[in-house]
């Protein structure tokens, strides 16, 4: 099986082209070390099987982010080293998109240069020569539209046809005659080899051992300033790309006056930000409405199939197992997924069609103000699906400190876990009523999302004065011309990062909900195992307290569970709660929506007639059993909210930052600050409300 | 020179071309996207606070930030 990498510039149409190629065969991993996804596809031509492996786009081999770093890695790959490169340019935009193209050349690995988007070249008013490109580099050159699925045979000839070894040689001339040494490695194929080891420190960590001591070595005799360096390549390197295209190329017209038009409305002083926030406002909109069909049926499905498993299998220990903790546990990740496939549509439409770098463009001024980047808007938008797919999105901010305040904020946004809280938690607050015309009920949701924004701002601010760390990286994006966003591609990042979600989050969710279940359903001592006949004693049974709902209630609180909950109850009580919502917030730690969950077990675990009476109606009969008022009055259920709007509660989150950002000091830090904002402000707010 | 105009000074749809020499001053990834001393650049779009600013140059749209426009001086055409 021959190995392939695609590379190009960013929004060159890779993407399309890999999945144009590969079609569902691909699978999404993780590079070692760092967290870059790693997309691989498959796909033969005459019984000749490919893998392809998509890059990150980049603007050339010295990488400006994490994404960027990835892509040498790949291509420097000495254990599995690449068989053949298919690099894929802008036909627009020849000029920068060969610019990678002759780095790329300079490997001296078999490649393709794809000259894709001809379907816009006559709009442009360019033609080119194909014929004398390929005769100067010596590379086979292939016209394509891929999504017009022109030129593909052409190119799944000349990938059949691909030489072994490159038959060609590299004139690249190192500027600096300390790195020729590098040259004697076994490693090191060629000059331009050379100059990449000596400008990336990155790349050290490719080589074998006593390669890595030798590179060290001969660098540290070198003297050299690698900026001044890199960009005198630059300079040379398109002095030699303005030659060839001199003869090669023809172009009448430069302007793309659609998008002139459409930028002078989208980055308008007022009419921009109005667009913006109103698309936002219809995101969200979407998000809610249209998800909460497709949930209610994911609810009702999977109670139904709770309760079929119940009546139809032995009613042992393992039935309890799967129809309490295993089928409710994946119920409670899968109800997520039209919300976060249709977050995750809509960011992959905004990113395609070009609006997202209007955005980032608009927005960079006032997100710099607290510390962040224009490029933070994404991570915190994203970070109102869910934490962990915005933290990722965090990696293409090329500056280092503004990359790693954007990770700590992030969890300040009200994700989607933290959604049915609020709604249980605001229906047991205030009757839904409407008042003036507004929902109630929705008013004080609105409240707890800008409650969540202003404080990953706050936070951000705060953070931008103690954070220390210096780094020099211009904040350069390129405005793409706007595109026609592809179906196909929405369709293939829709279902691969719904994939990673449900089982990346869900093996947690999944596994807290069977710890919990036992926690639950086991208990030291006599207190619990003898309940029956403790109950039986001690009690007196009529309709407002059954046999049933006394036993289960008695077994809960000698479980362990129980205990543990009884356990932190000294701790909790000045925020208002009781061991029960103590053992709630305990779950929440592995991930917030748990809670309803297990507040749902707590008040009918093994009560069988209950099924008609709902959460929401035993949360409101629930009395403290200290003072035997309800439990959740009105100033417990703020103060809840206010500490699930802070609380770092996501075993999940805190995994991704601390991959992230390579420490256990980030993710520990944060986690002990937002819990104990989350502490104070619940405090306060039972305080001043009680 | 003292009153040299830089990137920041243009006007909207005003094209100049890059000093001689300003190599050091230019960003590296701007330099490999392909802006360079003698390239010739158009103020194309200002963000509605005034920065970042968005600059053309051949087919492409790059935004950068006033603080590094102000470092990379032009001469008119």
Same mark, same amino acid.
């Given at each position: 099986?021959?190995?392939?990498?695609?590379?190009?510039?960013?929004?060159?149409?890779?993407?399309?082209?890999?999945?144009?190629?590969?079609?569902?065969?691909?699978?999404?991993?993780?590079?070692?070390?760092?967290?870059?996804?790693?997309?691989?596809?498959?796909?033969?031509?005459?019984?000749?099987?490919?893998?392809?492996?998509?890059?990150?786009?980049?603007?050339?081999?010295?990488?400006?982010?994490?994404?960027?770093?990835?892509?040498?890695?790949?291509?420097?790959?000495?254990?599995?080293?690449?068989?053949?490169?298919?690099?894929?340019?802008?036909?627009?935009?020849?000029?920068?998109?060969?610019?990678?193209?002759?780095?790329?050349?300079?490997?001296?690995?078999?490649?393709?240069?794809?000259?894709?988007?001809?379907?816009?070249?006559?709009?442009?008013?360019?033609?080119?020569?194909?014929?004398?490109?390929?005769?100067?580099?010596?590379?086979?050159?292939?016209?394509?539209?891929?999504?017009?699925?022109?030129?593909?045979?052409?190119?799944?000839?000349?990938?059949?046809?691909?030489?072994?070894?490159?038959?060609?040689?590299?004139?690249?001339?190192?500027?600096?005659?300390?790195?020729?040494?590098?040259?004697?490695?076994?490693?090191?194929?060629?000059?331009?080899?050379?100059?990449?080891?000596?400008?990336?420190?990155?790349?050290?960590?490719?080589?074998?051992?006593?390669?890595?001591?030798?590179?060290?070595?001969?660098?540290?005799?070198?003297?050299?300033?690698?900026?001044?360096?890199?960009?005198?390549?630059?300079?040379?390197?398109?002095?030699?790309?303005?030659?060839?295209?001199?003869?090669?190329?023809?172009?009448?017209?430069?302007?793309?006056?659609?998008?002139?038009?459409?930028?002078?409305?989208?980055?308008?002083?007022?009419?921009?930000?109005?667009?913006?926030?109103?698309?936002?406002?219809?995101?969200?909109?979407?998000?809610?409405?249209?998800?909460?069909?497709?949930?209610?049926?994911?609810?009702?499905?999977?109670?139904?199939?709770?309760?079929?498993?119940?009546?139809?299998?032995?009613?042992?220990?393992?039935?309890?197992?799967?129809?309490?903790?295993?089928?409710?546990?994946?119920?409670?990740?899968?109800?997520?997924?039209?919300?976060?496939?249709?977050?995750?549509?809509?960011?992959?439409?905004?990113?395609?069609?070009?609006?997202?770098?209007?955005?980032?463009?608009?927005?960079?001024?006032?997100?710099?103000?607290?510390?962040?980047?224009?490029?933070?808007?994404?991570?915190?938008?994203?970070?109102?699906?869910?934490?962990?797919?915005?933290?990722?999105?965090?990696?293409?901010?090329?500056?280092?400190?503004?990359?790693?305040?954007?990770?700590?904020?992030?969890?300040?946004?009200?994700?989607?876990?933290?959604?049915?809280?609020?709604?249980?938690?605001?229906?047991?607050?205030?009757?839904?009523?409407?008042?003036?015309?507004?929902?109630?009920?929705?008013?004080?949701?609105?409240?707890?999302?800008?409650?969540?924004?202003?404080?990953?701002?706050?936070?951000?601010?705060?953070?931008?004065?103690?954070?220390?760390?210096?780094?020099?990286?211009?904040?350069?994006?390129?405005?793409?011309?706007?595109?026609?966003?592809?179906?196909?591609?929405?369709?293939?990042?829709?279902?691969?990062?719904?994939?990673?979600?449900?089982?990346?989050?869900?093996?947690?969710?999944?596994?807290?909900?069977?710890?919990?279940?036992?926690?639950?359903?086991?208990?030291?001592?006599?207190?619990?195992?003898?309940?029956?006949?403790?109950?039986?004693?001690?009690?007196?049974?009529?309709?407002?307290?059954?046999?049933?709902?006394?036993?289960?209630?008695?077994?809960?609180?000698?479980?362990?569970?129980?205990?543990?909950?009884?356990?932190?109850?000294?701790?909790?009580?000045?925020?208002?709660?009781?061991?029960?919502?103590?053992?709630?917030?305990?779950?929440?730690?592995?991930?917030?929506?748990?809670?309803?969950?297990?507040?749902?077990?707590?008040?009918?675990?093994?009560?069988?007639?209950?099924?008609?009476?709902?959460?929401?109606?035993?949360?409101?009969?629930?009395?403290?059993?200290?003072?035997?008022?309800?439990?959740?009055?009105?100033?417990?259920?703020?103060?809840?909210?206010?500490?699930?709007?802070?609380?770092?509660?996501?075993?999940?989150?805190?995994?991704?930052?601390?991959?992230?950002?390579?420490?256990?000091?980030?993710?520990?830090?944060?986690?002990?600050?937002?819990?104990?904002?989350?502490?104070?402000?619940?405090?306060?707010?039972?305080?001043?409300?009680? | 020179?003292?009153? =040299?105009?830089? @990137?920041?000074?243009?006007?909207?749809?005003?094209?100049?071309?890059?000093?001689?020499? #300003?190599? $050091?001053?230019?960003?590296?990834?701007?330099?490999?996207?392909?802006?360079?001393? =003698?390239?010739? @650049?158009?103020?194309?779009?200002?963000?509605?606070?005034?920065?970042?600013?968005?600059? #053309?140059? $051949?087919?492409?749209?790059?935004?950068?930030?006033?603080?590094?426009?102000?470092?990379?001086?032009?001469?008119?055409?």
């Amino acid at each position: 099986m021959k190995k392939l990498v695609l590379i190009g510039n960013p929004n060159t149409g890779k993407t399309s082209l890999f999945n144009a190629l590969t079609g569902l065969n691909q699978s999404t991993g993780n590079y070692p070390g760092i967290t870059v996804d790693k997309k691989k596809g498959y796909f033969s031509i005459a019984k000749e099987t490919f893998e392809l492996i998509d890059l990150p786009g980049t603007y050339s081999l010295e990488p400006h982010s994490l994404d960027e770093e990835v892509v040498l890695q790949e291509i420097l790959n000495i254990k599995e080293p690449v068989d053949a490169i298919i690099y894929i340019s802008d036909a627009t935009n020849l000029r920068r998109n060969l610019f990678l193209f002759s780095q790329i050349r300079d490997l001296e690995i078999p490649c393709v240069l794809l000259i894709n988007r001809i379907d816009k070249l006559e709009k442009a008013g360019i033609e080119i020569e194909g014929s004398k490109i390929e005769a100067y580099y010596k590379c086979p050159v292939v016209f394509t539209s891929v999504t017009k699925k022109e030129g593909l045979n052409s190119l799944n000839k000349v990938l059949t046809e691909l030489p072994n070894k490159c038959n060609y040689s590299s004139d690249f001339e190192l500027k600096n005659k300390g790195f020729e040494e590098l040259g004697h490695l076994k490693s090191i194929k060629n000059n331009y080899w050379a100059w990449l080891v000596a400008h990336q420190k990155s790349t050290h960590k490719l080589f074998h051992k006593e390669e890595q001591i030798e590179i060290k070595q001969i660098l540290q005799s070198v003297n050299y300033n690698s900026e001044e360096l890199l960009k005198e390549e630059a300079v040379d390197r398109f002095s030699k790309i303005d030659i060839l295209l001199e003869t090669t190329v023809k172009q009448t017209t430069t302007d793309n006056t659609i998008s002139r038009k459409i930028d002078k409305l989208l980055t308008h002083k007022y009419y921009g930000y109005l667009i913006f926030f109103g698309v936002l406002f219809f995101i969200f909109q979407a998000i809610y409405s249209w998800a909460s069909i497709p949930m209610e049926w994911i609810d009702s499905f999977f109670g139904e199939l709770s309760v079929w498993t119940h009546t139809s299998l032995p009613d042992n220990r393992i039935n309890k197992l799967v129809s309490e903790a295993l089928i409710p546990g994946i119920g409670g990740v899968v109800i997520f997924v039209p919300q976060i496939a249709l977050l995750f549509g809509f960011i992959s439409l905004l990113e395609q069609s070009g609006y997202m770098s209007r955005v980032v463009f608009i927005t960079d001024r006032f997100m710099r103000r607290f510390g962040l980047n224009g490029k933070s808007i994404v991570p915190l938008i994203s970070g109102v699906a869910c934490a962990i797919p915005a933290i990722m999105a965090a990696r293409n901010i090329d500056n280092a400190k503004e990359r790693l305040i954007t990770i700590l904020v992030v969890p300040f946004m009200t994700c989607a876990a933290r959604l049915p809280v609020y709604t249980i938690l605001i229906a047991l607050m205030i009757p839904s009523n409407t008042a003036y015309g507004f929902n109630l009920q929705g008013l004080i949701l609105m409240f707890m999302y800008l409650l969540g924004f202003v404080s990953s701002i706050v936070a951000s601010v705060v953070l931008h004065k103690i954070i220390k760390e210096n780094s020099e990286a211009n904040f350069i994006i390129e405005l793409p011309s706007y595109q026609i966003p592809q179906l196909k591609n929405l369709l293939h990042t829709l279902i691969s990062k719904t994939k990673s979600f449900v089982f990346d989050a869900g093996k947690i969710i999944v596994a807290v909900s069977i710890i919990l279940w036992v926690l639950a359903s086991f208990g030291p001592g006599k207190a619990f195992n003898n309940a029956e006949i403790i109950v039986e004693n001690t009690q007196v049974f009529d309709e407002s307290n059954t046999y049933d709902d006394a036993l289960a209630a008695h077994k809960l609180e000698h479980s362990y569970l129980g205990y543990l909950g009884k356990g932190i109850e000294p701790i909790i009580q000045p925020l208002g709660y009781d061991w029960k919502i103590g053992i709630g917030i305990i779950a929440s730690f592995a991930a917030r929506e748990v809670f309803v969950g297990t507040m749902a077990s707590i008040y009918s675990v093994g009560s069988k007639q209950e099924s008609g009476k709902t959460i929401l109606e035993k949360l409101r009969q629930a009395k403290n059993h200290t003072t035997g008022k309800p439990t959740y009055t009105f100033a417990v259920t703020l103060s809840l909210l206010i500490f699930y709007a802070f609380a770092m509660q996501c075993v999940s989150t805190i995994a991704i930052v601390k991959r992230e950002t390579n420490s256990w000091k980030w993710p520990i830090i944060q986690t002990v600050v937002m819990t104990g904002i989350a502490y104070i402000g619940a405090f306060l707010t039972y305080t001043i409300f009680s | 020179m003292q009153n =040299q105009r830089t @990137i920041a000074d243009l006007n909207l749809n005003e094209t100049a071309i890059i000093a001689a020499n #300003q190599q $050091g001053n230019i960003p590296l990834k701007l330099v490999q996207m392909g802006c360079t001393s =003698q390239t010739k @650049i158009k103020l194309r779009m200002v963000a509605p606070s005034g920065d970042p600013l968005c600059i #053309q140059f $051949g087919g492409n749209d790059v935004a950068l930030r006033l603080e590094d426009a102000k470092k990379i001086a032009i001469e008119s055409v």
